[in-house]
């Protein structure tokens, strides 16, 4: 790809976990790239990683809770690299507790981080998206946007916030007749590192819910959304199946998450006493994309594929029924 025609993406929580590994995923295919985070270190990483797959990269020291700095950080995005093209919001915290245990800062911090910091970023990208006509904003969103678990309370709501922020949005731009174009990309339990640094009032260590994937593969998601006008992409098959079960049965799912929603977030091993956690400060050193479960972690979705090449899917579905439809056709006379 020439360097004119390479896409300028910006990426938010770009030191770690999704980010990091989107950030590689774009690099390969030769994207100038804007890394957003807070960690300086993992954000060095992110640097290299993307120089050493053959993109460009400039690493940028920003909390998205501050909207100045995520507009001044999208305008040194564009003074170095021109136009910005795509634009993903990624950025997050969390704290896992109960509710009636959690702190009215607490649910600010992460309101300010996971729902505000997107709002954030959608307000710089169109800023200059929109004068142009153009541009893709991904919202990385997950299964909890639309079924809320216990213990993860104001990031369950953080991220149902996001949804409705971006159906709004959505309409808005069809109708302004607007070709900017805006998608979410709901996920799965994955293999990031934010389960060893994620403030936690559990006894035991914070885990993703299995079954968990790699990061690299809502990293292939992220990247296909931005090549492919869809309105949400679902990436694996437990989001498929908690997006829809809670359309069928919400309550079935308060049931269900009541009796093992609590076991399921949580390894065999007991929370050190002096954990540290990044809710206000990023944990310092550079976490990489993968966390600590890859012995447990799923490295393909073929739900994903089905929905990446759903039309091909179907012509070839309708192919081998019009065959055997024709050969019981001519069996039968």
């Not at 245990?101 to 998206?129: D, I």
């Not at 065999?268 to 944990?283: G, I, K």
């Not at 899917?313 to 056709?329: D, E, M, Q």
């Amino acid at each position: 790809m020439s360097s004119s025609t390479r896409q300028v993406v910006v990426i938010t929580g770009a030191s770690a976990g999704v980010g990091r590994a989107t950030a590689r995923a774009f690099a390969k295919e030769g994207a100038k790239i804007g890394l957003l985070a807070r960690g300086k270190a993992g954000l060095e990483g992110a640097r290299k990683d993307v120089e050493e797959l053959g993109g460009e990269a400039i690493a940028i020291s920003t909390d998205v809770a501050d909207a100045d700095q995520v507009e001044a950080a999208a305008q040194q995005v564009e003074d170095i690299f021109g136009p910005i093209d795509v634009w993903v919001n990624n950025a997050m915290t969390s704290v896992f507790s109960p509710v009636k245990e959690m702190q009215p800062e607490e649910y600010r911090r992460v309101t300010e981080v996971t729902y505000l910091g997107f709002v954030y970023g959608t307000l710089s990208a169109l800023k200059r998206m929109l004068p142009r006509d153009q541009g893709t904003i991904i919202q990385v969103g997950s299964a909890l946007a639309y079924r809320g678990i216990p213990l993860q309370s104001a990031y369950c709501g953080a991220k149902h916030a996001i949804q409705g922020f971006t159906d709004s949005l959505r309409a808005e731009l069809i109708h302004d007749g607007s070709n900017v174009h805006v998608t979410e990309v709901h996920m799965p339990a994955l293999n990031t590192p934010q389960f060893g640094w994620v403030k936690s009032r559990l006894p035991n260590k914070p885990q993703p819910v299995p079954p968990i994937y790699q990061p690299e593969i809502a990293a292939e998601a992220i990247v296909w959304s931005a090549h492919n006008k869809r309105r949400e992409l679902l990436v694996g098959g437990p989001t498929q199946i908690a997006v829809n079960g809670n359309k069928i049965a919400p309550a079935f799912g308060d049931w269900y998450l009541a009796q093992g929603g609590y076991e399921s977030q949580q390894g065999p091993e007991p929370t050190e006493p002096d954990r540290q956690h990044n809710l206000w400060e990023p944990v310092p050193g550079d976490h990489g994309a993968h966390g600590s479960f890859d012995d447990m972690s799923r490295t393909s979705s073929p739900q994903l594929w089905a929905s990446m090449n759903r039309g091909p899917l179907a012509l070839a579905i309708a192919g081998v029924t019009s065959v055997l439809g024709a050969a019981i056709f001519w069996r039968s006379r």
